[in-house]
């Protein structure tokens, strides 16, 4: 079996660096050890080794497909759907009440990861079917949920969410999708949605679809938006399924993860489609953010995962391919010596230690994000630090693993060299997998604007302001290492360049110009998350320094010498790339106003 992850580094991370033991004190947690995790997680990667992993290129070659008003899927779909409810991925953090594991989410992002590794096409159908669980949970009257919630979670009904629309793409505003009211309390749906992930297969005996739509009457825009169950099939009285008007049109064909289907569907052509109101009218999107925020972070993850096998069958291909020789003093050839690996090229070194530094500082991004949304459920007292922090930090774990991910598999398409090109090799698969994290549940471009228009202004800048003092804390730790000290040192020198840059654009809001404001928000977007992740890095060196100085049995001190190294790695070639960013956000020059420049004929 070819690898894909490393256990050790995602326990090093999930329990030095990001101490989750602390958090199983809590009581919503205490159930669970982390011998218990430990199990739970290795019977995750033994059915990824298992089930996952051996169908993830025949998925690719043999991708989902309409034919005869259905969507056709990998027939093992339908035993791992139900493998993952049987082991508790799909109810894995929902309380014990709801008939989940009540696992801290820091343990089911782990675990997703782990399966994503392996084949990046499957796990979306269970995580969408948790989320769309979770809002019935939540926001829905408590009849739904026994009606739908247990045979979700079992792996036997599938969920979605059905936002975009053809004419209004992630423009919810524009959203025509309608609900009409009937007499009986229901309403009747009519309307099209697009790019349903997982929308329609045959293995799921029903599809319980979150849908917004627009009751008759509602105010205009997103204050106008509810949101509804509207399942595949209705429960008849007599608990027997009954067609509900739900047709699928098409799938969309794609250029990667080809064996994830992604439906077109009509609702209520035939005018008899039910829905059932969640929660209150016109309030349907903020119900709906709980849901993308999880799958926002759920996208950063994917893309973490992908990077994460992309290095791992690069750096196999590394050593085991012989090509060129290593160069002498003089720049002379060491041609006695005959061919050496590739993997002894300074070039294919720094490759491979960019693919390593952004896969491994993504997923420390995700854990600490994980980490934060667990103490503000579980610690109620607190609960606001720690929204404010996982607020500001979502849009960026949705990005970095997205965009930094994608070029981390494209340097291990390149260490391939011609055969990096071709179709007997898995990296180009990695290459078209990944290319569509950076458009999920909104754009990085969607992200951009809400760190910067949004998560940076709000509450006069506390939420910025609490990121900034976390990152602090963990310099003023690094500079007390004198192994540390000059590291610490240099990120600390990236805060006041946010400050400037920040103290560059505010006035410019302030003056109404908001499109001039924004207009740069996607490279502000990229020095943050640079920076972000250099502290998640500098916080991987805390813990690695510190076991090497306590001798710490659990990991060698070839895996800690190396995660320090790969720190210092990432300091060199990509912090420091962020000076000339600044520059750039902070040019007086404006280039991308329509008024500025009319494109040319």
């Excluded at 009218?281 to 950063?300: E, H």
């Excluded at 090799?425 to 290319?435: A, S, T």
């Amino acid at each position: 079996m070819a690898a894909y992850f490393n256990m050790e580094t995602l326990k090093f991370l999930m329990f030095n660096v990001h101490k989750l033991e602390e958090l199983l004190l809590n009581e919503r947690y205490n159930a669970f050890d982390k011998e218990s995790i430990l199990l739970f997680l290795q019977s995750v990667a033994d059915f990824s080794d298992q089930d996952l992993y051996p169908i993830f290129k025949e998925m690719d070659e043999k991708p989902a497909k309409f034919s005869e008003g259905k969507i056709h899927v990998h027939p093992k779909i339908k035993d791992i759907l139900i493998k993952q409810g049987e082991l508790g991925i799909i109810g894995a953090s929902f309380d014990e009440s709801m008939g989940g594991l009540q696992l801290p989410a820091t343990v089911m992002h782990a675990a997703y990861f782990i399966m994503e590794a392996a084949n990046n096409h499957i796990p979306g159908y269970a995580g969408l079917t948790a989320g769309a669980a979770h809002l019935i949970s939540s926001f829905a009257d408590k009849k739904y949920h026994e009606q739908y919630v247990p045979n979700m979670l079992s792996g036997e009904w599938s969920g979605t969410m059905c936002l975009s629309e053809p004419q209004a793409g992630s423009g919810l505003s524009d959203i025509k999708c309608s609900a009409k009211p009937l007499d009986d309390g229901t309403f009747l749906i009519k309307g099209h949605k697009i790019f349903i992930s997982g929308g329609d297969h045959e293995y799921a005996g029903n599809i319980i679809h979150l849908l917004l739509a627009r009751i008759e009457g509602a105010p205009a825009g997103t204050k106008g938006i509810s949101l509804f169950i509207v399942p595949k099939y209705k429960i008849s009285p007599d608990q027997t399924l009954v067609n509900n008007d739900v047709i699928t049109a098409g799938d969309f064909q794609k250029m990667g993860q080809r064996g994830y289907c992604t439906a077109h569907l009509v609702f209520g052509d035939n005018d008899h489609c039910t829905g059932y109101l969640v929660g209150e009218p016109n309030k349907g999107l903020s119900y709906m953010f709980q849901m993308m925020n999880d799958a926002r972070i759920a996208v950063g993850r994917g893309g973490a995962a992908i990077a994460s096998a992309a290095y791992y069958a690069s750096l196999q291909y590394a050593q085991e391919r012989q090509q060129g020789r290593r160069l002498l003093s003089g720049g002379r050839k060491d041609e006695a010596a005959g061919p050496t690996l590739i993997i002894n090229h300074p070039d294919v070194r720094r490759m491979l230690f960019l693919q390593k530094a952004i896969y491994e500082g993504s997923l420390s991004l995700i854990l600490q994000s994980s980490i934060y949304h667990d103490r503000e459920i579980s610690e109620k007292e607190n609960n606001n630090h720690w929204n404010l922090l996982l607020e500001f930090l979502t849009p960026i774990t949705k990005t970095y693993p997205s965009e930094k991910g994608k070029l981390a598999v494209d340097n291990g398409l390149q260490i391939l060299g011609g055969y990096g090109f071709c179709a007997d090799f898995i990296l180009q698969q990695y290459y078209r997998d990944i290319r569509i994290m950076s458009i999920y549940e909104g754009t990085t471009g969607i992200q951009s604007l809400d760190l910067l228009g949004r998560k940076v202004l709000m509450e006069n800048g506390l939420v910025l302001k609490t990121m900034l003092a976390e990152i602090q804390h963990t310099i003023s730790e690094g500079k007390m290492d004198e192994r540390l000290m000059a590291t610490a040192e240099e990120l600390e020198d990236q805060l006041p360049m946010v400050e400037a840059t920040l103290a560059h654009l505010i006035p410019i809001a302030m003056k109404g110009e908001t499109e001039k404001f924004v207009s740069d928000a996607t490279l502000f977007m990229e020095a943050i998350g640079t920076i972000v992740v250099a502290w998640q890095w500098l916080k991987i060196g805390i813990t690695a320094s510190n076991a090497l100085k306590s001798s710490d049995a659990a990991f060698s001190a070839s895996m800690l010498k190396n995660k320090l190294h790969t720190m210092r790695f990432f300091y060199k070639y990509e912090l420091a790339r962020n000076k000339s960013i600044f520059k750039i956000i902070q040019s007086d020059e404006v280039l991308t106003l329509a008024e500025d420049e009319a494109f040319p004929d």
